[in-house]
């Protein structure tokens, strides 16, 4: 599944804590060429509240207190916690990622 956290030039908005997850698993995390890019139209701003965005921590963790993922900006701080989806729903980048796969895959 292509997420926010995939776009090429992500690390410009959030930075991953590579130190804290697991080897395995850090291909979960890494950027895809071409995916989301700022370039296309459709995906100009980065969404921080997608509901396909990594939450700031996992279970799954290293460490489970410490996060995976943070924003760039110090004064953000708008990444979900966890993976609790209860009451959030989906955001119209969420939509256009949706269409996008599915007319070009």
């Given at each position: 599944?292509?997420?926010?956290?995939?776009?090429?030039?992500?690390?410009?908005?959030?930075?991953?804590?590579y130190e804290n997850i697991y080897?395995?698993?850090?291909?979960?995390?890494?950027?895809?060429?071409?995916?989301?890019t700022s370039e296309n139209k459709i995906f100009k701003e980065y969404d921080y509240l997608s509901i396909l965005h990594r939450p700031k921590y996992s279970v799954y963790a290293i460490n489970p207190?410490?996060?995976?993922?943070?924003?760039?900006?110090?004064?953000?701080?708008?990444?979900?916690?966890?993976?609790?989806?209860?009451?959030r729903a989906l955001y119209p980048s969420d939509i256009k990622i949706f269409r996008f796969l599915i007319c070009n895959f």
């Open positions: 599944m292509i997420s926010p956290h995939h776009r090429m030039d992500r690390d410009h908005c959030v930075e991953v804590h080897p395995i698993d850090h291909q979960n995390d890494a950027t895809c060429t071409g995916c989301l207190e410490l996060p995976i993922i943070t924003e760039r900006n110090d004064s953000l701080s708008i990444l979900p916690d966890s993976y609790n989806y209860t009451g």
